[in-house]
C-alpha cells in the first residue's frame, strides 16, 4: 500500500502524499514522513504541517 501511494505521490497526486505522510506517522515514523517530504515535494506546506501536529505524540 505505501509504495503504490508514493508512486502515485511522486506522480503528482498530492492527497496520496498527505495519505502516506499520515500514515507514516501513525505507525511513529516521523524522519520517514520528513523524508518522503523532501524527496517528493519540499515545498509542500500542507504536508509539513501534518508532520508537525500529527507526528507527535
Do not use: F
Not at 15 to 22: C, K, N, S
Not at 35 to 53: H, L
Request: net charge negative.
Amino acid at each position: 500500500m505505501e509504495s503504490a501511494l508514493r508512486e502515485r505521490a511522486e506522480d503528482g497526486d498530492r492527497d496520496a502524499l498527505y495519505v502516506l505522510v499520515r500514515l507514516m506517522c501513525e505507525t511513529e515514523r516521523m524522519h520517514e514522513a520528513l523524508k518522503v517530504i523532501q524527496d517528493i515535494d519540499p515545498e509542500n506546506k500542507y504536508a509539513q504541517q501534518i508532520v508537525a501536529s500529527d507526528c507527535w505524540p
